[in-house]
């Protein structure tokens, strides 16, 4: 007997920790400046908004194409890791 089912426990991650991942992760870049500069500040606080603006934009492909598009907290460790491999090339 094979059971082929999958079950879906995919719960939002706060915005607050969203941040506090961000910062964790993206402290040692010392290409944004220093710890209090308005940049960092600014990208700090838009990529918890980036990732849960995708999270809805998924919510509406899914009711208009009734297709699933996730949003994980794998997906946003992707985010930063793409966003430092991206700050990393250009200096």
Known sequence: LVNCTVIDWFQPWPMDALYNVGLKFLAPIEQLGP??????????EFLPFSFESSGKVAEVFMANERRFAYTTPKSFLELIKLYTTMVGAKV
């Open 35 to 44: 710890q209090d500069s308005p940049s960092r500040q600014g990208i700090l």
